[in-house]
């Protein structure tokens, strides 16, 4: 059974920090391509990072949050995390984790449940 859980979210000041963390089980982490979404009220679903390398080698950021968000992955742990610096009020949504890959020769995309993240005094 694939599962993609979240954690690390909460209420933070703008300029704050938060760490969100997905731990995956149920696939061949080192094989899937694994990313951060994120789902502000009333807007589309948009991609925020991801690395594309399967290892953290190669990474891509949405312009809004280059040089503030850092995408990384434990293999050990087979666990991706997002590292978020300097916060802004509008970097608040709900973050999702995603991993695609292949297994069995099928295509498969994967979505944790999100995880909120609040910035706001």
């Known amino acids: 059974q694939v599962q993609l859980v979240e954690s690390g979210g909460g209420l933070v000041q703008p300029g704050g920090s938060l760490r969100l963390s997905c731990a995956a089980s149920?696939?061949?982490?080192?094989?899937?391509?694994m990313s951060w979404y994120r789902q502000a009220p009333g807007k589309e679903r948009e991609l925020v990072a991801e690395?594309?390398?399967?290892?953290?080698?190669?990474?891509n950021y949405a312009d809004s949050v280059k040089g503030r968000f850092t995408i990384s992955r434990d293999a050990a742990k087979n666990t991706v995390y997002l590292q978020m610096n300097s916060l802004k009020p509008e970097d608040t949504a709900v973050y999702y984790c995603?991993?695609?890959?292949?297994?069995?020769?099928?295509?498969?995309?994967?979505w944790g449940q999100g995880t909120q993240v609040t910035v706001s005094h």
């Open positions: 995603n991993a695609q890959g292949v297994t069995r020769f099928q295509y498969r995309n994967y």
């Open positions: 149920g696939f061949t982490f080192s094989s899937y391509q």
């Open positions: 690395d594309i390398s399967n290892t953290g080698g190669t990474t």
